[in-house]
C-alpha cells in the first residue's frame, strides 16, 4: 500500500489541518504527494464528495505521487473550504485520505450605524450601534468625531458565527458637537487598505438657547417716558421652541395692545414706555426638551422728577427759631439740582442756595429761619434732573407757631419697680399737642 498523502504548500512546507490563511482574492497552489505503492496509487482531490482533480497511476523510478490543486483566486466561497486528498491502489481497502481546511483573511463587506428611536439631546448619556459584515477575523470598529478619533469607551461585540460585529457607543453629547460628522470606521486586524466608513451628521436636541436685546436702534441710555420700546428675543433651539414667555420683574407678561403691550414670540413692543415700566426683561423659550430662559435685561427709563408725598405738608416756625424742611422726589436719573421758592403776600422769591444741601439721592432739605411775619408762606420745591425740570413742585404751609408755656403741677403717680407715670397742667399757650423731652 502507499503511504497516507502529504500536503505541501506553494513553499514545500507541508499542511497540516490548515493551510493559510490567505489574503482574500489571492491565489492558492497546495501538492499532494503519495510515496511508494504497488501498484502506483491513484491520487485524488476531492470537495463536498465531489472530485475536482485526479491523477492516473504512473510508474516512474521516483515512486512519489504528485497531484496539484490551484486556485487561481480566492473569493468568499473558499472561506473555510475543506479540501480532501485521497490515494488508492486496490478495492479491498478504503483509500488513504487527508483533509486541508482553507482560511481566509476577509475584508469588511460594509457597515452602518443603526438608527435609533429616540433623538439624541445634549447632556443625556446615548447609546449608538454600528455594525459592520464580512470580515474575518471579525472586525475593529472605531469611532471619529470629524477627523479626530473619540477617547471614550466602545463596547463590541461579535455574533455566533463572527460574521458581524456591533460596537456600542455610549457618550453624553456636547452643544458644540451639534452639526458635526461622526463616523464609523471598520477596519481589520491584518490588511491594509481594506477600512471603509459610515457617518451621520448629529443632530442633537437641546433646551433653547436665549438670548434677549433692546431694539437694535434703541440707545439704553437714553430712553424716556412716551418712548416706543422694542425688545428682540433671540432662540436657538432644536426642536424649535413651541411657546416664548415673557417677563417683567419675574412676573410674567400678557399681550395688552390697548395698554400698548404688543407681545409676540420673538418680539416685545411696549408703546409710550413709562417709569411704572422700568426693570429687569427677560424672555423664556420652551420646547419638549425643557425651558430656556436669557439673562435678565435692565430697561432704564428716564423720567423728570415727581413729589414722594402728594399732600402739601404743614411746617410750624417759630420766628427766629431754625427750622429744617426736607424734600424728596422720585425721579431717573437722580437730580443733582434743585431749587426752593416762598410765595406770599410779597410776592414769589427764590431762596438763596446757600441755605439747603443735598442729602442723599433725591433729597433737599432746606435750613430756614424766619425774621419777621413776612417770612411765612408757601414753600415750594422744584428738582431738574437729565429730563428736564420738575413739573409740579412739591409745596409746604409755612405757619408761624409759638414756643409753649412749661407744664405746672406735675406729679408721679403709679409708680413701680421699673415705670412711672407723669400727670401735668398744660400752659396757656398750649391748643396743639406738643412733645416735650
Known sequence: LPEKPKIFDEFDKEVVGVAGPYIEDTSLKLTCVVSGGKPMPRIRWWRDDKVIATLAP?????????????????SRDYFEAVYT???????????????????????????????????LSVGQAAELACKAVGARPPAIITWWMDDRQMSVAAIQKNSDDKNETISFLRWT????????????????????????????????HYVPIVTLELGSKMNPNDIEEGDDVYFECMVRSNPPAYKVVWEHNGQIMTHNQRAGVIAGSANLALQGVNKSQAGNYACTASNVEGDGKSQPV?????????????????????????????CEVDAFPPPKNFQ?????????????????????????????TPSSEKDYGSLACRATNLAGQQVEPCRYSLLPAVRPDPLANCSAVNLTDDSAEIRCVAGKTIKEKHVYA
Request: with cysteine; hydrophobic share 40%; net charge neutral.
Open 298 to 326: 435692565k430697561l432704564q427709563v428716564i423720567y423728570k422728577p415727581v413729589c414722594v408725598a402728594t399732600s402739601i405738608a404743614i411746617v410750624g416756625a417759630a420766628i427766629n427759631e431754625p427750622t429744617k424742611v426736607t
Open 173 to 204: 453629547p456636547r452643544m458644540d458637537q451639534d452639526g458635526r460628522t461622526l463616523t464609523c470606521r471598520a477596519a481589520h486586524v491584518k490588511l491594509e487598505h481594506t477600512t471603509i466608513e459610515t457617518s451621520i451628521t448629529l443632530n442633537l
Open 58 to 74: 504512473v510508474d516512474d523510478e521516483s515512486r512519489l505521487s504528485l497531484l496539484e490543486l490551484r486556485i487561481p483566486k480566492l
Open 85 to 119: 486528498c485521497t490515494a488508492d491502489n486496490t478495492v479491498l481497502v478504503p483509500p488513504l485520505r487527508v483533509n486541508v481546511q482553507i482560511q481566509l483573511y476577509l475584508r469588511p463587506l460594509f457597515v452602518e450605524i443603526l438608527a435609533r428611536e429616540q433623538p
Open 340 to 368: 426752593w421758592t416762598l410765595n406770599n403776600s410779597m410776592g414769589t422769591s427764590e431762596i438763596e442756595p446757600e441755605k439747603y444741601i443735598l442729602n442723599g439721592v433725591g433729597k433737599s432739605v432746606l435750613f430756614y
